[in-house]
């Protein structure tokens, strides 16, 4: 029990220090809305804190620029899907504010960003290593329809049920070693998966409660955010842990 314990200590500290950059949005977020700052909006606030925090994480070297270009590239992709969630009605950023686009501040990106630069820290704390890890030929039109479904599901059938079957039949045999103060374990792939999706679905409700954005059934009052966006958060958690495994897997072969 005593090295149970030693060890979900390491475990959550390594956990901890991956999610700083989720955890200053988080923060930033409850505090702006507590507090209203001078000069600027509360949106322009958020965008600027963000900023400041990504350049930190690369001048104190707690990410590389290899990753800086991983967590852009997920900053464009999820600032390419709140604009179209935004504009389907599907929630809102009602506050005003100066760096928006579309009606959607740019300081969401920076939550979708957030997932990644956890993917990549965690992925060198705990040195991940993929076991079985399925062909490209596979992950990518896989990780490309999971997103296109995100899109397409407000003009003809949703085909997310249809996309999971697939995730666990691709992956069924995949597995995912992990390092904890030198003692090597394994999950599966999947249940990484619904265990981060999970987690992400909590810090949905923290971020609606501190008014990141609103769902239609929040304008008058915060509510739980229905647990069926677990899926959707699942099905993105997929797309992201996809494309950096990709990207550290063909990195390795250089």
């Known amino acids: 029990m005593v090295r149970a314990t030693k060890q979900l200590v390491h475990f959550g500290w390594a956990q901890a220090l ?5 955890v200053v949005i988080f923060a930033s977020l409850a505090i702006t809305q507590m507090i209203d700052l001078p000069l600027m909006a509360r949106y322009d606030w958020l965008f600027i804190i963000c900023l400041l925090m990504q350049g930190l994480m690369i001048w104190f070297g707690l990410e590389t620029k290899d990753e800086l270009k991983v967590i852009t590239l997920f900053h464009l992709i999820g600032l390419i899907l709140e ?44 040195k991940i290593v993929l076991v079985q890890w399925p062909p490209f030929i596979a992950v990518v039109p896989l990780a490309v329809g999971i997103y296109l479904n995100f899109f397409t599901h407000h003009f003809w059938m949703d085909v997310r049920w249809i996309i999971s079957v697939l995730v666990i039949v691709v992956f069924w045999r995949s ?3 992990y390092e904890v103060n030198g003692t090597q374990y394994r999950m599966p ?39 069926g966006k677990v899926s959707s958060w699942l099905l993105l958690v997929i797309v992201s842990f996809l494309i950096v495994a990709t990207l550290k897997l063909v990195k390795g072969k250089h």
């Open 83 to 126: 604009i179209f969630k935004v504009q389907m009605g599907s929630w809102s950023y009602p506050e005003e504010g100066l760096f928006k686009l579309f009606g959607v501040p740019l300081f969401s990106g920076f939550m979708y960003a957030s997932v990644a630069s956890y993917l990549c820290q965690a992925w060198r704390r705990l």
């Open 18 to 22: 991956s999610c700083l950059f989720p």
């Open 189 to 227: 792939i999947a249940l990484s998966f619904v265990l981060i999706g999970f987690f992400i679905w909590v810090a949905e409700n923290i971020a609606t409660f501190f008014g990141a954005w609103e769902y239609p059934n929040q304008v008058d009052a915060w509510s739980l955010v229905h647990l």
């Open 175 to 177: 597995w995912v070693t």
